[in-house]
């Protein structure tokens, strides 16, 4: 399957199976966000270890490296504003 996620409002097509972190940087979204530290989010890791790939995904925060796409999805970047 495949279909569309919305990152910030905006549709990007994703390949089935496809994480998050997968479809965003194939569309050239490589920020996610920004750490409280101020740093970018960012894939690093890629197996969920490092928690960098952070988003709001419907609401709720999810590494984007380990979150399958579906069809709607509301991707937002993660600003640091809740607690994880
Ligand atoms: S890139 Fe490390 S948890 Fe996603």
Do not use: Y
Not at 28 to 44: C, D, E, L, S
Not at 69 to 76: E, K
């Amino acid at each position: 399957m495949s279909g569309h996620i919305l990152w910030q409002d905006r549709a990007i097509a994703f390949r089935a199976g496809e994480s998050v972190a997968s479809a965003l940087l194939r569309a050239g979204v490589i920020a996610f966000g920004q750490a409280p530290t101020g740093q970018a989010r960012a894939v690093f890791c890629g197996i969920g270890q490092c928690q960098n790939c952070l988003v709001q995904v419907d609401g709720r925060l999810a590494e984007a490296c380990l979150t399958p796409c579906r069809t709607g999805m509301h991707i937002l970047p993660e600003t640091g504003a809740c607690d994880v």
